[in-house]
């Protein structure tokens, strides 16, 4: 039986603002002004939105000052924060507002100015109160004992997650977007100054400046709009805990259960899908969702991405922009592989195209392997 929610809305409006670096501009600057990108990409103004979905770093209740930046007054807000995973979740809440006649146009914003501003790898929350004794860098030491588990128990290697690296900066190398577009090897990666064991400098993500933006509406105003739509045909979220001392299992995220029903609510397979976009804080996130969202085995991850197989050319195209490794990484990702994924389905991505893209992933990440969140969007022939 097909899900309720399944191809109920559509992505018409894509915005980015502020990658890379931004002086000068404040977090709400580059926020509005993705917003302004991806209302006028679909033929609309800050006076068609009445449902707002945002989440920023700087600000306890985020949607509301958005609101009151852009001038507007919108009947249905969502400013739910789970981390980098908030904006592919909002694609949920999103699509149930819409179907459910709460709103008409949702936009879904975010920005930042964390390269410019602070120029530095800073963590505002409050560390955990099991694990702050240990003096943690948060959130990179987390993501540290996941791959030091993930080597001691399936023999992953340094090299594998280099190789993660390396194909990012290889699609980043073709997109004009991407922060860092000069190719790296493997011998680069190993060679880079470590950051948390094993975890070197080009392991870990970048530290921008950036905002993106999406404005949604029904599927049946979609082709109202001047650009092709893309619809959103599954989406499911699942959480595991916030400190990771506290996670089940090092090596097993709760991308496990959302993938599982977000391809089940879109009613495909991992095998149908033409382009991933994955959470990329750190090369060991790769690994682990590959494996989660069931591309490869448990502990196979590494082997899996070894010779190429997601970079470009590869037989899996992952992160076709370039990712948080190379791309952009203003604090929070989740937008950009919403953005990423419905470009390669209208056939206007900034970096390399690929060819005949109906399905794409898009996939959130948020706290320490804490909160995932797995979409499927399509093209109008997968309706």
């Not at 240990?134 to 080597?151: D, E, F, I, L």
């Not at 076709?320 to 991505?349: D, K, N």
């Amino acid at each position: 039986m097909d899900h309720a929610l399944r191809g109920k809305s559509a992505i018409v409006g894509l915005g980015v603002a502020g990658l890379g670096e931004a002086p000068g501009y404040t977090s709400w600057d580059i926020m509005a002004q993705s917003a302004q990108a991806a209302l006028a990409d679909a033929g609309l103004a800050l006076k068609d939105v009445d449902g707002l979905f945002c989440a920023m770093m700087e600000d306890s209740m985020p949607v509301l000052m958005a609101a009151e930046y852009l001038g507007i007054r919108p009947r249905h807000v969502d400013g739910t924060l789970t981390g980098g995973s908030s904006f592919v979740n909002y694609l949920a809440s999103a699509t149930a507002a819409l179907d459910a006649g709460l709103c008409d146009v949702a936009l879904v914003c975010y920005g930042s100015n964390q390269r410019t501003a602070s120029g530095k790898l800073v963590t505002a929350s409050r560390l955990p109160p099991f694990e702050a004794p240990y003096k943690p860098r948060y959130p990179v030491s987390g993501y540290a004992m996941a791959a030091q588990r993930h080597m001691h128990q399936y023999g992953t290697t340094r090299e594998q997650l280099a190789d993660v690296a390396v194909a990012a900066r290889g699609w980043a190398s073709h997109n004009p977007q991407a922060f860092m577009r000069d190719p790296i090897t493997r011998g680069d990666v190993l060679a880079a100054r470590m950051v948390s064991d094993p975890l070197g400098k080009l392991d870990c993500c970048l530290v921008t400046d950036g905002g993106g933006a999406i404005v949604l509406t029904r599927a049946d105003r979609a082709k109202d709009h001047a650009k092709t739509p893309v619809y959103v045909l599954g989406a499911a979220a699942e959480s595991t805990h916030r400190q990771i001392s506290q996670m089940p299992d090092f090596t097993v995220t709760a991308a496990r259960e959302s993938g599982k029903r977000a391809f089940a609510m879109a009613g495909v397979k991992p095998s149908d899908i033409d382009v991933l976009q994955l959470y990329d804080a750190f090369t060991i996130n790769i690994i682990l969702f590959l494996e989660d969202l069931g591309y490869c085995a448990k502990g196979e991850g590494g082997a899996f991405v070894e010779g190429g197989r997601i970079a470009p050319g590869g037989a899996l195209p992952v992160n076709t922009y370039g990712g948080g490794l190379s791309c952009t990484h203003p604090g929070m990702l989740g937008i950009f592989t919403i953005i990423e994924a419905a470009h390669q389905i209208r056939g206007t991505a900034p970096g390399l195209q690929l060819d005949g893209v109906d399905l794409a992933l898009a996939h959130g990440n948020g706290g320490v392997l804490s909160s995932q969140v797995t979409a499927i969007l399509g093209s109008e022939a997968t309706l």
